[in-house]
């Protein structure tokens, strides 16, 4: 049975008391929900923030990206010892803007996750299909292409505290959210992929969260497929309130 985990993705978006604020309204509201994992993605500068105001809860802070080097002359990049020193256990890697505006591939996907699990972190790896993809037909052929390039090169056991994020690239911050039965056709397509290589076990057992407009009034319907174990929230997980109600499905 696959724990779900509900994962809040808050872009670039918040100062660090703005995330105080959200904690000190979140906490109490998910402080008995304790069906489900939790975890918040701020921006790099307000991490201790969160991890400070998330001592105490079950509540779990990851960073948004990384880079693979441990340490050294890279100007502007941080690394995953640096976000494992702060107090992090998640990472986002692979976000569809990280590959649109910052040149992200497949290639650096691989070489992140690597680095996150060496750093003792959980990566949460994203994928997805752009609209012209999908309206193309494409949809299982970019996901093949991105597990083999971006995942296919981990082993069995790094691929077990992998969670992978689909995240159709034309449902996110659009209000157009997949439906779950499309949303699941993708996820068990993925879940083959795993299957093909390591196996029915590491399939069954690894879990593969939803993204893209996400909201209080969709997570129900998205959470009755089995095939969908969680969710990766942008814009709602900037509010307490609806961050609580998406997390209390
Ligand atoms: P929205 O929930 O705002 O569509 O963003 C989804 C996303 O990109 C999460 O990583």
Not at 155 to 169: D, F, G, K
């Amino acid at each position: 049975m696959r724990r779900p985990l509900l994962a809040g993705n808050w872009k670039m978006y918040k100062t660090a008391a703005e995330t105080a604020a959200f904690f000190e309204k979140f906490r109490p509201l998910v402080e008995r929900s304790d069906h489900c994992d939790i975890v918040i993605c701020p921006p790099f500068p307000n991490l201790a923030a969160a991890v400070e105001a998330a001592r105490g809860s079950r509540i779990e802070i990851g960073g948004q990206d990384l880079f693979w080097e441990r340490e050294g002359a890279y100007t502007g990049e941080v690394s995953g010892p640096m976000l494992a020193a702060i107090g992090c256990r998640w990472v986002i890697i692979g976000h569809s803007e990280r590959r649109q505006y910052f040149g992200e591939t497949d290639g650096t996907v691989l070489k992140k996750t690597i680095a996150a699990l060496e750093a003792g972190l959980n990566p949460i790896v994203c994928v997805g299909e752009r609209l012209e993809e999908r309206e193309a037909g494409q949809t299982e052929e970019v996901l093949r292409a991105q597990y083999r390039d971006g995942l296919s090169g981990l082993s069995a056991e790094q691929l077990r505290r992998v969670t992978i994020a689909y995240e159709p690239v034309w449902a996110i911050g659009t209000g157009r959210t997949a439906t779950p039965e499309v949303a699941a056709e993708a996820h068990r397509f993925l879940r083959e992929q795993v299957a093909a290589q390591h196996g029915r076990e590491a399939a069954a057992s690894l879990r593969i969260l939803y993204g893209g407009s996400v909201k209080p009034d969709n997570i129900r319907g998205l959470m009755a497929q089995p095939e969908i174990d969680g969710a990766l929230v942008g814009g709602a997980s900037l509010d307490p309130v609806s961050f609580a109600a998406i997390v209390n499905f």
